[in-house]
């Protein structure tokens, strides 16, 4: 399994600590597999930057419906576009998509809503929508989601567990302090975990719902991962400061601030 961040950011780019970090996305090669995790602005881009085409991608897995997070519409038409220009376009073109309840009953009226119109003629790429949580087959791998609380638990979101040749890779999507989080990440080999709450920030992980690196590193302890990797955070505190807020956690794995581009092979 190979892991690549294609972003480790949030949806406010640029700022300070946060240069060249885009929303996130993170696309795990399985050898005839792949998955996309997130479906961001821009994500597309940064696939082409690594080298895929992201008219290829089968299997896209979204945490939740937060903006930084969910972008499909212009993604689906860009997929769409670029096969019917190219004549590329191959028949049955089908892309699944693992996304909760929200997103999977309420992506096609948002579609209408932006093409009341849409051009007849085209040759269309099928979505097959696969609500979350629940498990599934991806080739030979098994993916899982976890509910997780997030947005003070009004918005559905989920956690990912992706399993392949006796390898687990986590990803929390965004979460507070919660088991769905934990179980999802049980014994990872890696563990990309939001880290969007700031050090000094301890009522985000039980009210709206987002980890600080203490935080995260306790659920990494709970689950026996092996690996924590930190995305989604602001830019707020160092590398340097979050690492060490993360070993008052007691976690004594790898903790690693992701970088956009940066690899994980395990
Ligand atoms: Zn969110
Ligand atoms: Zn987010």
């Known amino acids: 399994m190979k892991i690549t961040i294609l972003g480790a950011g949030t949806d406010a780019s640029n700022l300070p600590g946060i240069e060249n970090r885009f929303p996130p996305g993170y696309f795990v090669e399985l050898g005839t597999e792949n998955i996309l995790f997130e479906c961001s602005e821009g994500v597309r881009f940064r696939l082409e930057q690594m080298?895929?085409?992201?008219?290829?991608?089968?299997?896209?897995?979204?945490?939740?419906?937060?903006?930084?997070?969910?972008?499909?519409?212009?993604?689906?038409?860009?997929?769409?576009?670029n096969l019917n220009w190219s004549g590329r376009y191959d028949e049955p073109h089908l892309l699944n998509i693992y996304a909760p309840k929200n997103i999977t009953r309420e992506f096609w009226d948002m579609w209408r809503?932006?093409?009341?119109?849409?051009?007849?003629g085209l040759k269309t790429p099928k979505l097959n929508f696969i609500t979350m949580p629940s498990e599934c087959r991806v080739g030979d791998a098994k993916l899982s989601g976890f509910s997780v609380y997030h947005g003070k638990g009004l918005v559905p979101a989920v956690a990912y567990r992706l399993e392949a040749g006796g390898k687990v890779f986590a990803y929390s999507g965004d979460s507070g302090i919660c088991d769905g989080v934990i179980e999802a990440a049980r014994n990872a080999d890696v563990f990309i975990c939001e880290t969007s709450a700031g050090i000094d920030d301890e009522k985000s992980g039980t009210v709206y719902g987002h980890l600080n690196?203490?935080?995260?590193?306790?659920?990494?302890?709970?689950?026996?991962?092996?690996?924590?990797?930190?995305v989604h955070y602001t830019g707020l505190d160092s590398d340097e400061a979050m690492i060490e807020d993360c070993k008052v956690s007691g976690f004594t794995g790898k903790v690693v601030v992701g970088k956009d581009f940066q690899v994980f092979e395990i």
Do not use: C, W
């Open 213 to 230: 690196p203490r935080q995260a590193g306790e659920v990494a302890k709970s689950a026996g991962a092996k690996q924590i990797v930190f």
């Open 51 to 81: 080298g895929q085409d992201y008219t290829a991608i089968k299997h896209l897995a979204i945490s939740h419906s937060h903006p930084d997070h969910y972008v499909l519409v212009p993604f689906y038409q860009s997929i769409h576009n």
């Open 113 to 120: 809503m932006h093409h009341p119109n849409f051009p007849e």
